[in-house]
Structures are given as C-alpha cells and as structure tokens.
C-alpha cells in the first residue's frame, strides 16, 4: 500500500451473501477501494467437499491477490471460513478477516434457546460444534441447515418477491423454539426483514458489523484516514451469473459497475 493510496478490501464469497458484510464494511469505511469476488462456478458452497472448497478458495483469492495489490482479505462467506482460514492465512502476507457464525454474542442475550441458521456444511463442521461447546453459555443449541434459504436470497437479489409461506416452511424446525438466531450465512441478512416476519418474537444476529470493526483495526491509521471521495467499486465472478442483467442493476445501486468475469485459471 502506497502513502496516497487509499487500501484495497478484498471481499469473497461463493454468491451474493457477501454483498451483506461489503455493505457493512463501506458503510464504516467509505473512501478504501472494493473489489467483490464471487465463485458462481461452485456456487453453493454449502453443499461442496471440503477439499474442493479448501483448493478453489486458496487458488482464487492467491490469483487475485496478486492481481490486484490487495491490502486485506475478507472471506464474506461462514461456510468457507469455518474451514479454509488457516490455509490462506499460511500462504499469503496480508491480513484475512474470517467471518463465522455469532454464537457467543447470541448465546449472551439468549434466554430460552440459540437458532443457529446456517448452510448444511456450516451446522456440520467441527469448528461450529467446537463454538457451541465453548460460547453457548449453557444454552441449547437448534441446528437448521438450508440450501434453499440461500438460493431465496440470491434470488431477492435478482428481484423476486420472497415466498414468506415457503420461507415459513423451511423455518419450521425451528419455530416458537428459540428466542436469539444466528444467521450464519452471510446470505441471510440479505432476506433479515422477511425472517423477521416468520419470527417475530426472535432476534436475529449476524457478524457484518463485528466484521466492519475487525477490518477498520487491522488497517490501523489507513482505516482511519477521513476521506470524502469514494473507493474503485470492482465486482468479479467466476463463471457468467443467472439473471446477470437483474443483478447488474441491484450491484450498480450498491455502487459496483457492472459484473466482470474472472474464471478460476489453470483449471
Ligand atoms: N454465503 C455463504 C455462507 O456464508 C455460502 C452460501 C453457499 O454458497 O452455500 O455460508
């Protein structure tokens, strides 16, 4: 990183949930340059082998990292993180920002029981269960692992109305069951509202701003400079999206020019 320049954030995620802790981390940190990756080839993670994530995850984010001079790595995506930081933390220079399902401040406010909301490879990792054995507080623990309620979120994204009976349906496990939910995908916040509306009672929880907060300490004065103008707005995929002139026009309001594709190489 140059003296003038301002930094550059790397965030990454298998689809749009990362959208939701991008929007976070410009919110506090405006004026740093954005470049947004997303792997739609392997898209959903959640249901992916572990070595497969483990080997795309590391080959993407090296590529593009020296690509791009990045400054900071944000791996916008729980499913992932629960597995694959260790891996890029030994292998690059920079800092990498993880973002894991909130547990630990769920369980705190929590007086009945913790929803943990997640993908089927996020309830299931030993990372999530060793965070409940050490921050559940004494509180039980209901699993709910979704592949449909991430595809219901990348799908608002595109413009659809979401199906609260369908959305209803997919949440029966867990309902009048639990007073605090996680939301431990980093695509849920993106449909927060209409959960809220199948759990009225239910106070949802999610890392985005913790994350913001993590990124502006890591970066130190460069997190603190007060600059008025706006960073370089990047958005990269790795295969063509579905619907990509409906979420053109949702990243443009987000301050991205249009999506740009930038496949996995040596595949
Ligand atoms: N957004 C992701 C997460 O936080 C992954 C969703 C998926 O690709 O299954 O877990």
Not at 95 to 118: F, H
Not at 209 to 220: D, F, P, Y
Request: glycine share 6%.
């Amino acid at each position: 990183m140059t003296e003038a320049a301002q930094p550059t954030v790397l965030v990454f995620d298998s689809g749009v949930g990362g959208l939701s802790v991008y929007q976070e981390v410009q919110a506090l940190l405006p004026s740093l340059n954005y470049i947004y990756l997303f792997d739609n080839e392997a898209y959903p993670y959640g249901e992916l082998p572990k070595q497969i994530l483990i080997d795309r995850v590391t080959r993407l984010i090296t590529q593009l990292v020296k690509e791009q001079g990045v400054d900071i790595v944000v791996i916008a995506c729980n499913t992932a993180s629960t597995i694959v930081l260790p891996y890029l933390r030994a292998i690059l220079d920079i800092p990498v920002v993880g973002v894991v399902p909130a547990i630990k401040p769920a369980s705190v406010i929590a007086s009945k029981a913790v929803g943990l909301i997640a993908t089927p490879a996020t309830v299931t990792r030993e990372y999530t269960h060793d965070l409940i054995r050490d921050f559940a507080n004494g509180k039980s623990v209901e699993l709910l692992g979704s592949t449909r309620l991430v595809d219901i979120a990348e799908e608002k994204l595109r413009g659809k109305t979401v199906d609260i009976d369908e959305l209803k349906q997919v949440l029966t496990p867990i309902l009048n069951k639990i007073d605090v939910a996680v939301l431990g995908c980093t695509h849920f916040p993106l449909i927060k509202e209409e959960i809220q509306m199948v759990l009225p009672e239910v106070t949802l929880v999610d890392s985005g701003k913790a994350i913001a907060r993590r990124v502006q300490e890591l970066l130190g004065e460069a997190g603190k400079k007060e600059e008025t103008q706006e960073g370089r707005r990047l958005i990269l995929s790795s295969a063509s999206p579905w619907e990509e002139d409906a979420l053109n026009r949702a990243v443009t309001k987000l301050g991205f020019s249009p999506i740009q594709q930038h496949p996995l190489q040596g595949v």
